[in-house]
């Protein structure tokens, strides 16, 4: 018999909590390997790994769709490789907790217009705040690599608006497998130029798998079970904890540590995504209720 979410052995806040250090791990791993291969080779290995067990897993229907479904997942594919490019981007030239947290804008602010409420500027604040903070220091923070994370948070929230309209048209996991094998494809190109022959170096190959396991494969799984009893609004505040989850693994693994203002910054944004997340809820909705069923995704892929 199959175990239910709440009684597997870290229960579904514990499993979320995996996923989040997963994903932030399999990025300070890849990072670790930059001085070896570029970012954007990355990048493929790791679409390439998750698209393939994705497709294994899910054995997305094709026939018979519409012109209208493909528009849709191919546009769905086209922001899942830019989110992906271009955090890679920006961690290769600034630290991976601050990367991540400016990428967070994208969809705290994608929850904050979704709001009605004129009191749910003071998140908009207290973000802005956050940002401002992690320009108050002189650190040299690459404009580039700013402008990356900025880049990727913009798509991060397109792919959440495109997780909705491909959740509805695709069932199951269908349209996000799809959407991954449209990404790691727009990725093939560009990932071959960058890497040249040390694409096929055995080390590099093993190293990128291990990164999609980490990153897309891990997380996947942990919250898709979490998800089958834990409310959105639970989920949402605890990926609001990425940002943090990402300058832990950053010193673990890369020991690249932070100042002060800028575990700040840091905080200040996490309390504004964690605010906004409560501010949005609907008490009155069921666990594991969501508009498609690619939501539980919507933090793995990010970084």
């Not at 727009?186 to 040249?196: H, I, V």
């Not at 910054?265 to 409560?278: D, F, L």
Request: charged content about 10%; hydrophobic content about 55%.
């Amino acid at each position: 018999m199959t175990q239910r979410p709440s009684q597997t052995l870290l229960g579904p806040v514990g499993l979320v909590l995996v996923g989040i250090l997963s994903v932030q791990l399999g990025a300070a791993i890849a990072k670790g390997l930059f001085g070896e291969i570029s970012p954007t080779a990355m990048v493929w290995l790791r679409l390439v790994t998750s698209a393939l067990v994705l497709a294994l897993v899910a054995r997305p229907r094709l026939a018979g769709r519409t012109r209208r479904d493909w528009l849709v997942v191919l546009a769905f594919g086209a922001s899942l490789a830019t989110m992906n490019w271009g955090i890679y981007q920006s961690f290769s030239r600034i630290p991976l907790g601050i990367a991540v947290t400016i990428e967070f804008i994208g969809p705290l602010t994608l929850a904050v217009l979704g709001s009605r409420r004129a009191r749910d500027l003071v998140w908009v604040l207290l973000a802005g705040v956050g940002v401002a903070l992690l320009g108050f220091q002189r650190t040299g923070l690459d404009p580039v690599g700013v402008a990356y994370a900025l880049l990727a948070g913009a798509a991060w929230a397109a792919y959440i608006l495109l997780s909705a309209s491909t959740g509805r048209r695709w069932a199951g996991f269908d349209g996000l497998a799809v959407a991954s094998i449209v990404a790691a494809t727009a990725m093939t190109l560009p990932a071959l130029l960058a890497a040249g022959t040390s694409l096929w170096d055995g080390r590099v190959l093993l190293i990128g798998a291990l990164v999609g396991l980490l990153s897309s494969v891990i997380p996947y799984s942990c919250e898709l079970v979490a998800l089958r009893s834990l409310r959105p609004a639970v989920f949402g505040i605890l990926m609001s904890l990425e940002p943090a989850a990402a300058a832990l693994a950053a010193i673990v693994v890369l020991q690249e540590h932070l100042s002060p203002v800028q575990w700040l910054a840091i905080a200040c944004v996490v309390a504004a995504s964690i605010g906004a997340t409560r501010s949005g809820a609907n008490p009155s909705e069921p666990p594991g209720h969501h508009d498609d069923d690619h939501s539980a995704a919507h933090g793995t892929l990010a970084t």
